[in-house]
């Protein structure tokens, strides 16, 4: 069973999770210390303290109005929550997989130019198992499951280092281990992106030939977490 890493400290979170309840992640909160002394059950004293840690760590931001202070999570304070709530989906709702619905869409063709790199091909041979077909299968994935990537992208993956060809960088890629009906391939995600909506997919075989895919062909892809 995954454990929960210590991110912000206990103290801080839960915390965090009070003023979300309060609505503090959708808007300004008027909350006296108090209040959230009596919410965290503690004193008025360490509300107020905690509320200085919290402003410190970036994780809220106040404002102080003429009769009461306002108060709101800030996207690293949310960012913060979705991870956490990640891990505790990992823990009672998953298991070693998750599986993500989506579409098949065409590329603008550059992820097969940056797979077929031999800086990159030789890792995937060594991390996957197989040596990937030069192009990728796109998939447009189902709003509701866009923030399983979360989840995806909390766990390890298999490490590709990027390196330098003719005066050209190539950066670190992650690959994750999925399969499609039975078949072996592997969702590639550049290391430092964020949001996305659309997942490139290798594999040894030309999946959209295997697998007689046309653009907007339902796909199911299965991850190992």
């Given at each position: 069973?995954?454990?929960?890493?210590?991110?912000?400290g206990?103290k801080?979170?839960?915390?965090l999770?009070?003023?979300?309840?309060?609505?503090?992640i959708?808007?300004?909160?008027?909350?006296s210390?108090r209040?959230l002394?009596?919410?965290?059950?503690?004193?008025?004293?360490s509300?107020s303290?905690?509320?200085?840690?919290?402003?410190?760590?970036?994780?809220?931001?106040?404002d102080?109005?003429?009769?009461?202070?306002?108060?709101?999570?800030t996207?690293?304070?949310?960012?913060?929550?979705?991870?956490?709530?990640?891990?505790?989906?990992r823990?009672?709702e998953l298991?070693d997989?998750i599986t993500?619905?989506?579409?098949v869409?065409?590329?603008?063709g550059?992820g097969?130019?940056?797979?077929?790199?031999?800086?990159?091909m030789?890792q995937f041979?060594?991390?996957?198992?197989f040596?990937?077909?030069?192009?990728?299968?796109n998939?447009?994935?189902?709003p509701?499951?866009i923030?399983?990537?979360?989840?995806v992208?909390?766990?390890?993956?298999c490490?590709?280092?990027g390196?330098?060809?003719?005066?050209r960088?190539?950066g670190?890629?992650?690959?994750y281990?999925a399969?499609?009906?039975n078949?072996d391939?592997?969702?590639?995600?550049?290391?430092?992106?964020?949001?996305?909506?659309?997942i490139?997919?290798i594999?040894?075989?030309h999946?959209?030939?295997t697998?007689?895919?046309?653009?907007?062909?339902?796909?199911?892809?299965?991850i190992s977490?």
């Open positions: 069973m995954p454990a929960i890493r210590n991110r912000m206990s801080y979170s839960f915390a999770r009070k003023l979300a309840l309060l609505g503090a959708d808007d300004y909160i008027a909350v210390s209040e002394g009596n919410i965290l059950e503690m004193s008025q004293q509300a303290k905690r509320i200085l840690e919290l402003l410190d760590e970036k994780y809220i931001v106040r102080l109005g003429a009769r009461r202070q306002r108060i709101r999570i996207p690293k304070g949310v960012e913060e929550l979705k991870k956490e709530y990640n891990e505790y989906r823990i009672f298991t997989q993500i619905h989506g579409t869409a065409s590329g603008m550059e097969g130019y940056y797979i077929c790199q031999e800086g990159y030789k041979e060594e991390a996957l198992g040596t990937p077909f030069q192009g990728t299968l998939v447009v994935i189902d509701e499951d923030s399983k990537l979360d989840i992208r909390s766990s390890a993956g490490m590709i280092n390196f330098t060809c003719d005066e960088s190539f670190n890629v992650i690959a281990k399969k499609i009906r078949k391939c592997a969702i590639v995600v550049p290391e430092r992106s964020h949001y996305m909506d659309t490139e997919i594999c040894q075989f999946l959209r030939h697998l007689n895919l046309e653009d907007g062909d339902r796909v199911d892809v299965r977490l």
